[in-house]
């Protein structure tokens, strides 16, 4: 069965300095990968989306790379800042009906 | 835009009662709503899919019988957990798809404590 690995738990980082989270997935590749952040005692909320045949996503001061080969997408936070501190959780979607697996998330701490 | 609303936020109940949970789109129609399971420090796990008008789907392992589903709408689907017993304790969240785009839209959760 796929698996879906957030292989950091936590993370602690200054604000300002670039945050990068690891998802990487077994056997075949998702049709599409998201990220969502999830505050404490919330539902998440979605951040960005790339697709099997894109190599990069940017949003703001998020980047998001996908790299089949590898089996492994990497999530960037730029000019982190504290208000960014939250799970960070990777979804993978394997099939046409738009069902997600989760990875089990990343904490991201930034310190002032 | 595209909201997702869950009541209640929090129930506490007794073993044996049955609890059910809402879940609205509030500014867009869903023709699909997910039900996630989640425990504390582990990822969200998916418990079925429903589609407006359908029967749910359900993934393996997760009793029908026990998490009753229904999506009488476009914006409203319920979860309703039957005789419930302290393992039933959990986060449970919904999310939206409009069926055009990828992503979901989830509800703020409800924490359900069974004593």
């Known amino acids: 069965s796929q698996k879906i690995e957030q292989n950091s738990e936590a993370l602690n980082i200054q604000e300002g300095k670039t945050a990068t989270l690891t998802c990487n997935y077994t056997n075949y590749s998702p049709a599409y990968l998201q990220w969502y952040r999830q505050d404490p005692g919330r539902g998440p909320v979605f951040l960005l989306l790339i697709r099997e045949n894109e190599k990069e996503k940017r949003k703001e001061r998020l980047k998001v790379t996908f790299d089949t080969t590898l089996k492994q997408s990497l999530f960037h936070i730029t000019a982190s800042q504290p208000a960014d501190s939250a799970t960070y959780l990777c979804a993978c979607s394997f099939s046409n009906d738009y069902k997600l697996s989760f990875g089990a998330g990343t904490t991201v701490t930034v310190r002032a | 835009g595209a909201v997702v609303s869950q009541h209640p936020s929090w129930v506490i109940c007794k073993s044996g009662t049955s609890v059910k949970i809402e879940c609205r789109s509030l500014?867009?129609?869903?023709?699909?709503m997910f039900w996630y399971r989640q425990f504390p420090k582990q990822s969200l796990m998916l418990m079925a899919t429903?589609?407006?008008?359908?029967?749910?789907?359900?993934e393996q392992g997760v009793e029908k019988d026990k998490f009753l589903i229904n999506h009488a709408s476009l914006t409203l689907s319920t979860l309703t957990v039957t005789s419930a017993h302290p393992e039933d304790s959990s986060f449970y969240i919904c999310?939206?798809?409009?069926?055009?785009?990828?992503?979901?839209?989830f509800g703020p959760g409800t924490r359900l404590t069974v004593l």
């Open positions: 429903s589609n407006e008008g359908s029967k749910a789907t359900y």
């Open positions: 999310s939206a798809s409009t069926g055009e785009r990828a992503e979901q839209f």
């Open positions: 500014d867009f129609q869903a023709t699909t």
